[in-house]
């Protein structure tokens, strides 16, 4: 199956630098076609999803947090909003 | 007084520490003192000034511990070895973190590991690689790299690790040290930095099995902030084979000897050999649906890193996504401050699971995970454990394998079976082979972690190893 | 052809949907409505609010569809600025996903029925407020006040033909939501829309974001409009998407270029599947009340005449009642119904707004007893000692008949039946009659007392 490191990027964000693309699309490669075996692996027609266990069990209660300690985590507030780059 | 301080485990430092004859501070500044001088093996990303816990009551009060660098301490930053966290401070405690506090534990400091938990030799950190104490040219394992090192060189009593394809345990074996990964949900993952959330969990490194169980002990439980996080026991008909007067039988699995270099295998099967002699029942399985395992594990940590990475963006912490740009391009701005091996994995996972790809590789690594699991519950009928080396091979030196990623991922497959499974497993160091240890890896059956950890301390104590770093 | 993606806030929760955040964000000064799950920090974890399910639930057998037996969450991948995890937690069909429920149908006012593809929960995004309007500001400020609260998405078959349809199609349903006790017309915002519209020719075109009924409207008028011109002019309409921009009332073209977007759907493995059982389902279904097109419907289903059926329908409280009387017994379902909206409705009226919320088994006793025996003013006493919340025993509503007063009221009302009617056919006559309204009485007492009355009527 084709490999196409550009769409890949676009699409999950990280862009490479050229001696960055040289050695990350060789080792993905390396690792796709090694990874590239389970393609033929037979399974049932309807997919198989794994659930995890445990069960969800929160009640609808409403609890505050202090969201002042949140904001001290983050960078670059404006008026307690958080600034960032905006889509085209 | 110093050394005598260093050379206790966790258990006997608790009993003095609560009996009167050792004080905290004396004992944190002991190993606050060791750390310092002992930069050069890297443990630590941040070690931290003593402050008193005031649980006096508390079960573990007094006990310094270190924590891997993923787990979320409040106030505490928490890098994950990574230049996108580099300054990140926690406003929260992860539950694990909260437990410990609770108990009376004082944090020594947060330690190095492989960035995001991606790797299997501690050298892929933005803070270095971490150094073996038995060997500093040499790799600790990974990705707890900075716990095991700091346990294995007496820089903490104990610590915390986490595992998401042996990262607790790959480092235990190449450093002599104890490294016990718990059940799935068995300990909640609550502020546990995600790398691949359906296979990791928090668990233990320590000096000795009953170390591993004491701090085991304390983080175990149901959360109500992790749904997949339980207290259940087995019930009884489910609990598989039943001790009987201390006979235990062990399952080998010599399909995977292939991969053993010889000096491993000299040494387990020394191991198994004594173990026999001491009554230790062995069989050798054949289980078909191993082939396939190790592939299926690097589908789905890819495919889940990739989610679990994306809220890296820059926009609220980390590397400041430029609010003058336009969005796309600053945030893979921001995005450039990935390791190349993170870079690698989250875009081997985004094109895993894209559309005509996700069938082809996320849903088949789901069926081959299945149906091992439910193959391994099944054999775990007839065993008391399932016995293999931990790593394949001896610590290398570190560089060695920088351009051959390939043969660092085949050193997962003894280990990620049981997060496939999410059955417990513990590493305990079996032999030393040209100075450097070898560790012996036991697998239970889901939900028995207490008793795989006795069945584990047992173990230790008919295979006598002694040893440390001589550092 | 136009299509809607319809997103509800499940206003009727007063936490968000995977974390304890209060609901109550609207107002609020920006990032205070906050905690480490709904702004995605490192480490954080998603949990259930469970009540959501039931919520959504609610939502879904209100819209006729068919709930699934569990429920599971996926993640969907994007980036953007009010996304904190830059994905969403929410549900798939696809890829071995299950939506919350499937295969609605809502029926419109000129009789036509639109289909209902499929109904899933998942969580909102953040807001973002641009300094000086969406054109002028360089950047976005995000507001996380709004992230992770609960929303049902409802996805229609494109079975629209025209705007109007669409306008009223979210109109009842805003209305249906109301009556349910999700009151969303209280809430700004609370419910908002996305609409696929394409004419013979064109591809499909998407509008984001429109806010409400009229101005769904607006925007698929203006989009016709548009998209035929261009038909006309020989220019073919791409597939797109574009935005509803209210105040200068066009749509804007938003992401032209874009292709297919690439979600990369994967299952949540911190969420473990909802399992739905069919108790769960049908308790809610009793408790819901349904708008009053469907009160009606299944009053007249269960046989109710016209009027009482109409009293039934129009009064949820009495309807509950109905459900959960007839719920397990569905054999004199009419009759418990026509009590219910008439003696019952009646004893009702005398007390000030009682809350009816005694036990139903109890209640069910006193109307079938009623049913039985026909004795009016014993069951009208029981009646309002079970609305005020007084036990009844049952020898109060239990047979003990006055047969004197019964043979009086038999023969008042059957006076004109027996005229022509002589000696013992007469008697056969008026002791079927009392019979049928009270099986349970001695026969032989009532056929000399009978026998006694006739002969003085001479």
Redesign the interface.
Known sequence: ?K?D?DE??N???????RS?KK??VK??N???S??D???S?E??S??????????????????????D????????I??????????? | MSSGIISKGARQLVDELQGGSLEASKVFETYRKRINELTKLNAFITSLEYKPNARKEGSLYGLPLAIKDNISTEGIRTTCASLMLKDYMPPYDATAVAKLKAAGVSILGKTNMDEFGMGSSGENSAFGPTRNPWDIERVPGGSSSGSAVAVSARLSPAALGTDTGGSIRAPASFTGTVGFKPSYGYVSRYGLIAYANSLEQIGVIARTVDDAALIFGVIRGKDRFDSTSTDAKPVSSNTGRLFSGGHFKGALLPQLSDLVSKDVREAFDSSVAKLDSEGIEFAEERVEELELALKSYYVVACCEATTNLARYDGVRYGPVADPSRDWKSAISESRTMFGKEVKARIMLGSYMLSSGYYEEYYLKALYIRRNLKLRLLKLSESYDFIYTPTMPVLPWKIGEMIDDPLQVYLSDALTVIANLTGAPAISIPIALKKGLPVGGQLQGRYGLDDRLLELAATISGLLKFRGEPSI | MIGLEVHVQMVSLKSKLFCACPTDYRGKPPNTNICPICTGLPGALPVLNIKAVEEGLKIALALHAEPSTASYFFRKSYFYPDLPKNFQITQYDKAGGVPLAHDGHYTLKNGKTIRIERIHMEEDPGRIYYEGGRGESRFSLVDYNRSGIALVEIVTSPDFTEPEEAREFLELLQKNLDEIGINVSEYEGSVRCDANISYAGGERVEVKNISGATEVEKALRYESVRQRNMATRGVKVRRETRSWDERRRITISSRSKEVEAEYRYMPEEDLPPVSLNQTIIKNIALNMRGSFEDRYRVCSKYGVGEEAAKRLAGDPALYTLFMSITGANEMDASRVGNVLANEFAFVVKKHNNPSLSGDTSSLENIIRAYIRNGDRSRFISAAHSWVSGIPVRAEEYKPKVDIDTLIDETLEKEMKNIGNLEGKRRLDYLMGQILKVSSQLNRKELYIKLQKKLEGLG
């Open positions: 199956m490999f490191a890949i990027s699409m999950s964000l990280i862009t490479l630098n960055e050695e990350i080792r993905l390396a690792l796709k090694y990874l075996a389970i393609n692996v399974t049932p309807s997919p198989i999803i794994l659930a995890p266990e445990g069960i969800n069990e929160r009640a609808d209660e409403p609890i505050a947090f202090d969201s300690k949140i904001l001290a985590s983050f960078h670059t404006k008026n307690r909003y958080i600034k960032a780059p905006r889509t085209l």
